[in-house]
């Protein structure tokens, strides 16, 4: 989706929604919403949580990195040994590891 698709899509949003979503924007993106919510809504709750965003990562650029989630489901951990359907094999295959060479026995 094109960025500035989604940051319209974004700013259409109830201002409760754009704040639980601040948190999950880059940087660059954070700064463009602002420029359209300064711009055209001006919603000062929306306005300062995206300052205090983007001030907590211009202090803390370590910080920025994504916690994992505590609803993370045991298969998408990278030590899961237990059974899996397609689709979760599929995507374990895709964002895990994939296999670095073949094995022959």
């Known amino acids: 989706m094109p960025e500035d698709t989604k940051l319209s899509?974004?700013?259409?949003?109830?201002?409760?929604?754009?704040?639980?979503?601040?948190?999950?924007?880059?940087?660059?993106?954070?700064?463009?919403?602002?420029?359209?919510?300064?711009?055209?809504?001006?919603?000062?709750?929306?306005?300062?949580?995206?300052?205090k965003a983007l001030a907590a990562r211009a202090t803390n650029p370590a910080a920025v990195a994504k916690p994992a989630s505590a609803n993370t489901p045991d298969w998408q951990r990278e030590d899961y040994a237990g059974g899996l359907t397609i689709p979760q094999?599929?995507?374990?295959?895709?964002?895990?590891?994939?296999?670095?060479?073949?094995?022959?026995?």
Not at 9 to 31: F, K, R, S
Not at 89 to 105: F, L, M, S, Y
């Open 9 to 51: 899509e974004i700013q259409n949003l109830t201002a409760a929604e754009v704040i639980e979503q601040v948190g999950e924007l880059p940087a660059d993106e954070l700064a463009a919403l602002r420029e359209l919510e300064a711009g055209s809504s001006n919603r000062k709750t929306v306005l300062e949580a995206i300052d």
């Open 89 to 105: 094999a599929e995507w374990r295959r895709h964002n895990i590891k994939p296999a670095g060479g073949v094995r022959t026995k």
